[in-house]
Structure formats: C-alpha cells, structure tokens
C-alpha cells in the first residue's frame, strides 16, 4: 500500500505530531514504499528498506539510499522475496567493520527469483557489499550466512545486533505456530530455529561459526547449538544499551502484554505459556515471578480494555542534547495505537509516560547524540525528533481536503487545522494546488481553489510564523478525472452469490471500467492491494499485483480470535497519461456467537487457547477451523467431576441437559477442532459426579470459578 494514498483520502486529515516542549519532528525524508527498517552509515547517509511489493513469493524489495537527506532514485539493491502478510524484507545492519569491508547484512523472506531457490520460501540472512562510489551493492555480492529458517506469513522476527566479539545476535519469531496447539509451538522445540534468540559468528567466506560460549552448545543431539535463548513470539527489534552494554528486544504480544526483554544466556522467556509477567491470557496487574524455569521480560505494559497494543519500535537516547528527564531512557513505539512511550528501565516502578503520539506505524527507531530516527511504514517517511533549546520554534499543523476526487471542474476545500505555534506568533498559511498556478497567502486556515482540468495534483500547505519560522511542507494528492473510472467487481467462485466471506472460500475480484477502455497504461493498467484489518492494523496480503483481476484464498484458519477482522481491496486504475485513479472495496466475513459454559458448574474451558469467561461469547467467522478444549476434571459446588461430553445446541439453559425440549448433539471428544457454522453454538461441558470435594482441597477460586483437581484425589 502506498502509505501517502492511504492517508490522504476525502474526509480525512493529515495529523500532526504532538511533542513535550521544544521537541520537534522533522521529516528527513518521504516518498518510501513501506520502509521498514535503516541504518546510518559513516557517511551520515541512511540506507533503508522496504517490505516488498507484488504477490507473494513473485515480490520485489529494495534497499534504498538517502544521500545528504536527498532519496536516491536508484534503489541500492533489488532483491526477491515473499512479501505475505508481515513478510518481506525485514531488516539491515552494517558489519562492524563496514569501514574496511563495506559489508551489511539483509534479514528477508526470499521470493522465486532468490538465490538458490528451490520454490519454498524460508527466511534467510545475506551479506551484501556496498560500493559507496555508485551508492549501490557491488553485483553479485550476495553471500548466504544463515538460511532456511522456518518461514510464515507472520511472526518472523528481524532483531539484529551485533557484541564486542564480533558475533550476530539474531531474534526469529515462532513462525505463526501460534497457541491453539501448544505442543506444536516452535518457540519450546530446541531443535528449531524458530521463537529464539541465535548468536553467531559470520564468516568471510559465508555461512558462521558457533561461539563456544554459546549456552547450549554441549547440550546434546537435537539441540541447535546456535540457541542463546527461547521461547519468544515475535521478537521484531533489537538494540544496545551503551550505559551497561547489555542488548534487548521487543517481543509482540498477543492478547494481553507487550515485552521488553534483556538478552540473556540460556533462559527461557515463556512463550506460549507466559505472555508479558503473567501465565498466558492473565491480566492480572500482580501476577506471582516466573517460575524458575522462565525468565519475565525486564518491562512489559497491558493491552489496553478496548482494542490491541503491539510493541515495534525502540532505542535508548543516551546524548546529552535532550533535558536530562529524557535521558537514559528507552522510547518505545506501539504500532496500534500510534504513540511513543518513555521508561527508565532502572526505575523499580518502570512507569511509563507518553512521549509522542500522531506518529503512526512506527516499525523502527534509531537513536544518536542529537535524536532519534523513526520509521514510519504506513507514511513512507523517515522522522527526527530532537530538541530545539533555543530559538524560534516552527509552527505545526495539519491538512485537510474535501474533495480530494472528481470530475472536472472540481472546486476543492482546503483548510489547516490543529495550526500551532509554542511561540504563540501570528501565523500565515501558504498553499500550492499543483497545477501551475501562484501559491496563495492567507492569514486565514481555509482556501478553495477550482480545477479545470483533468490530471493528478499534488497540493501542498506550508505555515509560516511571523518570525520566519516554518512548518514542514504538507502533501495532499488531489485526482480529476472525467472519465469511465474501473469498478471492482466481487465473485465467489466457491458459493456464487454469497457476499460475506467464509474460511476456505476462494474469492475473485476483477476491474470492470465502463465505456471506452482504450488510454490505459498498457503495462500496468490495473494494480491491485489487499489489505487484512485487525484491530487498528493491518496485514499486507497483496502488495502491488499487477492483473485485470486478482483471487484471494481465504484461511480455514483466524488471524485472530474474537475480533473485528476484515480485508479492503484497493484497485488502482493507470493510463496512459500517468493517471493514478483508486477505488476500495471491503470484504467482510459471515460471523457467529460460539459460547461455552460447564454443567453444572462452572468448568476451565479454551477456544483456541484462549480463556473464556462463564457464559462468555466468542465472535467467529463461518467455515474456520477452531480448537474447543475443557479441563478432564473439575471442581463446582464442593464436588469432584469428571468430563462426560459436550452438549451442542443453538439454545441453553440447562433445561437441554435434564432433557427438555430442543435440538442438541453430544459429543464424547474433550478436545474439539470444529468449524464454525452459520448458526450461533452453546458448546456446555456436561461434568459426571464422582465425589464429594474435601474442604483441605477447595481451589481459591478467583473470577474464573474453576480449575483442575489434583490427579490423587479423583479416584478411577
């Protein structure tokens, strides 16, 4: 998707970012294709990635270079991957030698034109050489350090860095093993790469060496001598601490905690049986240490009630620059919710405070003496943040446009809001419309211009204070066109007619233009991007597949469970005359209510893994795959059951169970994996008295009203 189209759509205004005093956010640079991660080189130039666009494993990503705050049309190297859901190009890093060897190190998912590709996409680390002459790779320079790492469209990971030895220290995630098989998860499976904190050593020639440090290198077979840690999900990012040298690493959560971690040899962070401090789907505020065999994360913050959270971004300022409240402090950046957090790690209470906010998708933040870089993947842009001690200020604002599509003459609204200036001086608003004519002054926040005729515009608003000082310059795209614009068209091929998507469906969508179809760009004149929204994010399932019509196989498996998931499929329309016309279409699912509650008491029960409350519904989609599971034995009303079987009905209460009236199914299974259908589901595990419950061994029941018996006191 990109990121400047999706932010600048009729209705809808750019944000400003919002800062403690005197701090500033300058964008360094813009104009990126879902940037995701850089580095600073020597020089002070950046070099950049980006996720990748197309479909699937036929992506192209590319590394790109800013020279002197100035993105080189060029890209610095073009490589191969899968660009599915969260994957692509994850992540760079220069050898610490770079000065002499000019090497940097790519983390990817590789696509069909890789090298050595033998059609499965696996994740892999390459080192490249970097000519700083031509500002490109040397040709041919890849040489291949660690691969065939378990790939997913999900949970990759991409945390790199570097020790004083000279050894790598690469954070993978759980490949989207997920939790609704535990004894499937690869984050516990010690001869997979996947869930892990690796260290290795790199080699001139290629692949690595083990340091014989490594925790587990004697630990036997089927032990990958490579580990240095496990049990993580996705651990994205990863940096050093100068004032104790330590490294650590942001883990994304998933339902109810989000991490920071220190990396540490040989331990064990939990996942998937502990999420954040806590057991997994514990919320509770006070939850009890790990147990010795687990290690809890050195900072962790809770999703908040309504909504989701996701750790993405972080670096410690260590300069002098900032006043010294910032300093030593670790800033770190929720991908949901579009802020910046602050924490002294050393602090016992490890409070956070909320740094900045409007500075959405942040995937990767760099710190030097003067700031911090932070980069943006949906805006396509790189920010600074730093501190203006003395000094005019310059003004902020954002921008508004209504229309911001139409049929010539189409007269546009402008206007400037949340204008600001720390100063408090008198502001000036200058406008450009893109189409040839004078920039207008107004000492007023609003403007409206006509445009005659059709053509693509870029309108911009720059706000100037009565001091000279200037905001930066805000981009607004404005599209005339008088023609027959392409309409998507939606087919279910596997139930013609149904609009609302089910798991296993295999959906069409194909670009319908009427009236003449002659002008289109005759290479690409339809590029298609498919969007999955979860929450306040998305998932890239198609970036930039170019086709009249593009198909989409929906998973048997959710994404995520009990929440608002749906996917938007954009369609961009290309002439001939470089015109860039869009149209959205949203795709929804066909969803249900499953419930389940014990008989005749509460009882533990789990969908996909996930803890359900007494009589809790859970919102699924029709035709996906879920996992049912109650606990064997239970504790209710100062007696001892036994799990018998499930009662299935459309209707509960307990009339069903005494044998009343309606439809019902019993099945013996404690463990279902059963597919969602079109009609609502109560799922009550029937418990069989077995014996009356000794007071000595009552559960402290807590808000769950349940758990298991110990095994001596069920009798056979």
Same mark, same amino acid.
């Not at 990109?2 to 205004?13: I, K, L, R």
């Not at 990503?61 to 599915?84: D, F």
């Not at 220190?262 to 057991?279: F, I, S, T």
């Given at each position: 998707?990109?990121?400047?189209?999706?932010?600048?759509?009729?209705?809808?205004?750019?944000?400003?970012?919002?800062?403690?005093?005197?701090?500033?956010a300058r964008t360094v640079v813009s104009g990126l294709t879902l940037p995701?991660?850089?580095?600073?080189?020597?020089? /002070?130039? %950046? *070099? !950049? @990635?980006?996720?990748?666009? #197309?479909?699937?494993?036929?992506?192209? +990503?590319?590394?790109?270079?800013?020279?002197?705050?100035?993105?080189?049309?060029?890209?610095?190297?073009?490589?191969?991957?899968?660009?599915?859901?969260?994957?692509?190009?994850?992540?760079?890093?220069?050898?610490?030698?770079?000065?002499?060897?000019?090497?940097?190190?790519?983390?990817?998912?590789?696509?069909?034109?890789?090298?050595?590709?033998?059609?499965?996409?696996?994740?892999?680390?390459?080192?490249?050489?970097?000519?700083?002459?031509?500002?490109?790779?040397?040709?041919?320079?890849?040489?291949?350090?660690?691969?065939?790492?378990?790939?997913?469209?999900?949970?990759?990971?991409?945390?790199?860095?570097?020790?004083?030895? /000279?050894? %790598? *220290? !690469? @954070?993978?995630?759980?490949? #989207?093993?997920?939790?609704?098989?535990? +004894?499937?998860?690869?984050?516990?499976?010690?001869?997979?790469?996947?869930?892990?904190?690796?260290?290795?050593?790199?080699?001139?020639?290629?692949?690595?060496?083990?340091?014989?440090?490594?925790?587990?290198?004697?630990?036997?077979?089927?032990?990958?001598?490579?580990?240095?840690?496990?049990?993580?999900?996705?651990?994205?990012?990863?940096?050093?601490?100068?004032?104790?040298?330590?490294?650590?690493?942001?883990?994304?959560?998933?339902?109810?905690?989000e991490e920071v971690n220190e990396v540490v040899a040989g331990v064990n962070?939990?996942?998937?049986?502990?999420?954040?401090?806590?057991?997994?789907?514990?919320?509770?505020?006070?939850?009890?240490?790990?147990?010795?065999?687990?290690?809890?994360?050195?900072?962790?913050?809770?999703?908040?009630?309504?909504?989701?959270?996701?750790?993405?971004?972080?670096?410690?300022?260590?300069?002098?620059?900032?006043?010294?409240?910032?300093?030593?402090?670790?800033?770190?950046?929720?991908?949901?919710?579009?802020?910046?957090?602050?924490?002294?790690?050393?602090?016992?209470?490890?409070?956070?405070?909320?740094?900045?906010?409007?500075?959405?998708?942040?995937?990767?933040?760099?710190?030097?003496?003067?700031?911090?870089?932070?980069?943006?993947?949906?805006?396509?842009?790189?920010?600074?943040?730093?501190?203006?001690?003395?000094?005019?200020?310059?003004?902020?604002?954002?921008?508004?446009?209504?229309?911001?599509?139409?049929?010539?003459?189409?007269?546009?609204?402008?206007?400037?809001?949340?204008?600001?200036?720390?100063?408090?001086?008198?502001?000036?608003?200058?406008?450009?419309?893109?189409?040839?004519?004078?920039?207008?002054?107004?000492?007023?926040?609003?403007?409206?211009?006509?445009?005659?005729?059709?053509?693509?515009?870029?309108?911009?608003?720059?706000?100037?204070?009565?001091?000279?000082?200037?905001?930066?310059?805000?981009?607004?795209?404005?599209?005339?066109?008088?023609?027959?614009?392409?309409?998507?068209?939606?087919?279910?091929?596997?139930?013609?007619?149904?609009?609302?998507?089910?798991?296993?469906?295999?959906?069409?969508?194909?670009?319908?233009?009427?009236?003449?179809?002659?002008?289109?760009?005759?290479?690409?004149?339809?590029?298609?991007?498919?969007?999955?929204?979860?929450?306040?994010?998305?998932?890239?399932?198609?970036?930039?597949?170019?086709?009249?019509?593009?198909?989409?196989?929906?998973?048997?498996?959710?994404?995520?469970?009990?929440?608002?998931?749906?996917?938007?499929?954009?369609?961009?329309?290309?002439?001939?005359?470089?015109?860039?016309?869009?149209?959205?279409?949203?795709?929804?699912?066909?969803?249900?209510?499953?419930?389940?509650?014990?008989?005749?008491?509460?009882?533990?029960?789990?969908?996909?893994?996930?803890?359900?409350?007494?009589?809790?519904?859970?919102?699924?989609?029709?035709?996906?795959?879920?996992?049912?599971?109650?606990?064997?034995?239970?504790?209710?009303?100062?007696?001892?059951?036994?799990?018998?079987?499930?009662?299935?009905?459309?209707?509960?209460?307990?009339?069903?169970?005494?044998?009343?009236?309606?439809?019902?199914?019993?099945?013996?299974?404690?463990?279902?994996?059963?597919?969602?259908?079109?009609?609502?589901?109560?799922?009550?595990?029937?418990?069989?008295?077995?014996?009356?419950?000794?007071?000595?061994?009552?559960?402290?029941?807590?808000?769950?009203?349940?758990?298991?018996?110990?095994?001596?006191?069920?009798?056979?």
């Amino acid at each position: 998707m990109p990121p400047v189209y999706a932010h600048h759509v009729d209705g809808e205004a750019t944000v400003a970012v919002e800062l403690p005093p005197r701090f500033v956010a300058r964008t360094v640079v813009s104009g990126l294709t879902l940037p995701t991660d850089m580095v600073i080189l020597p020089s /002070g130039d %950046l *070099l !950049v @990635t980006e996720k990748g666009m #197309g479909f699937e494993q036929f992506a192209t +990503a590319q590394v790109r270079l800013v020279r002197q705050g100035v993105l080189q049309p060029e890209p610095v190297l073009t490589l191969s991957v899968n660009e599915k859901y969260d994957s692509g190009l994850y992540s760079i890093i220069l050898d610490p030698e770079f000065l002499v060897n000019h090497y940097f190190y790519l983390w990817y998912s590789t696509g069909e034109n890789s090298l050595g590709w033998d059609g499965t996409t696996v994740n892999r680390l390459s080192r490249f050489t970097y000519n700083e002459a031509s500002g490109k790779a040397v040709a041919d320079s890849e040489t291949l350090i660690l691969d065939n790492i378990l790939w997913s469209p999900l949970h990759n990971g991409g945390g790199l860095a570097f020790d004083a030895q /000279g050894n %790598l *220290l !690469v @954070t993978t995630g759980d490949a #989207g093993s997920g939790i609704s098989t535990l +004894a499937s998860n690869l984050a516990q499976d010690v001869s997979s790469f996947n869930g892990k904190v690796l260290r290795i050593r790199p080699r001139a020639e290629g692949g690595y060496e083990i340091p014989l440090d490594n925790p587990y290198i004697n630990s036997g077979y089927g032990v990958r001598p490579e580990l240095y840690g496990l049990g993580l999900r996705n651990p994205f990012r990863m940096t050093q601490r100068a004032a104790d040298q330590k490294f650590y690493f942001i883990d994304v959560g998933q339902d109810s905690w989000e991490e920071v971690n220190e990396v540490v040899a040989g331990v064990n962070y939990g996942w998937p049986y502990r999420e954040g401090r806590c057991p997994i789907f514990n919320t509770d505020v006070d939850c009890p240490p790990a147990p010795s065999e687990y290690t809890d994360p050195i900072f962790d913050y809770a999703h908040p009630p309504e909504g989701a959270a996701g750790i993405t971004a972080m670096a410690f300022y260590e300069g002098t620059a900032w006043p010294e409240q910032y300093r030593g402090r670790l800033f770190f950046a929720d991908f949901n919710s579009g802020w910046v957090g602050m924490v002294d790690l050393d602090d016992p209470t490890k409070s956070v405070t909320q740094f900045a906010s409007g500075i959405s998708s942040l995937v990767d933040m760099q710190a030097t003496p003067e700031g911090i870089y932070a980069v943006s993947i949906y805006e396509g842009r790189i920010y600074f943040i730093y501190y203006a001690e003395d000094g005019n200020l310059p003004p902020t604002a954002s921008l508004h446009a209504m229309p911001t599509t139409g049929t010539a003459p189409l007269m546009v609204e402008f206007a400037a809001t949340n204008a600001h200036d720390e100063d408090g001086d008198i502001l000036s608003y200058h406008w450009g419309f893109g189409d040839g004519s004078e920039v207008v002054t107004t000492t007023t926040p609003t403007v409206t211009h006509l445009y005659a005729q059709d053509g693509d515009y870029l309108a911009t608003l720059q706000v100037q204070d009565s001091r000279g000082g200037e905001s930066e310059i805000i981009p607004q795209e404005i599209h005339v066109y008088s023609g027959a614009l392409a309409q998507i068209v939606q087919e279910n091929i596997t139930e013609p007619g149904r609009a609302l998507y089910h798991g296993g469906d295999e959906i069409r969508f194909r670009a319908m233009r009427a009236g003449n179809i002659t002008g289109l760009d005759p290479v690409a004149p339809y590029v298609w991007t498919v969007l999955l929204h979860h929450n306040e994010h998305i998932h890239f399932y198609i970036s930039a597949a170019v086709d009249d019509e593009v198909t989409l196989q929906i998973p048997t498996r959710t994404h995520a469970l009990g929440e608002p998931i749906w996917y938007e499929i954009q369609l961009a329309m290309h002439t001939a005359s470089g015109q860039v016309l869009r149209t959205t279409r949203a795709l929804y699912p066909q969803t249900a209510q499953i419930e389940a509650q014990g008989w005749p008491g509460p009882a533990l029960i789990t969908l996909d893994q996930q803890l359900l409350s007494p009589n809790q519904s859970m919102l699924v989609t029709v035709g996906q795959t879920y996992v049912l599971e109650a606990v064997e034995k239970n504790v209710y009303e100062r007696k001892v059951g036994r799990f018998k079987n499930w009662i299935v009905t459309e209707s509960w209460p307990g009339a069903v169970a005494a044998g009343g009236a309606g439809e019902t199914e019993l099945v013996a299974e404690r463990r279902l994996e059963l597919v969602a259908s079109a009609a609502s589901k109560t799922y009550v595990a029937f418990y069989e008295y077995v014996q009356p419950a000794h007071l000595s061994f009552l559960p402290s029941l807590s808000n769950r009203q349940s758990t298991e018996v110990p095994e001596s006191q069920v009798p056979e």
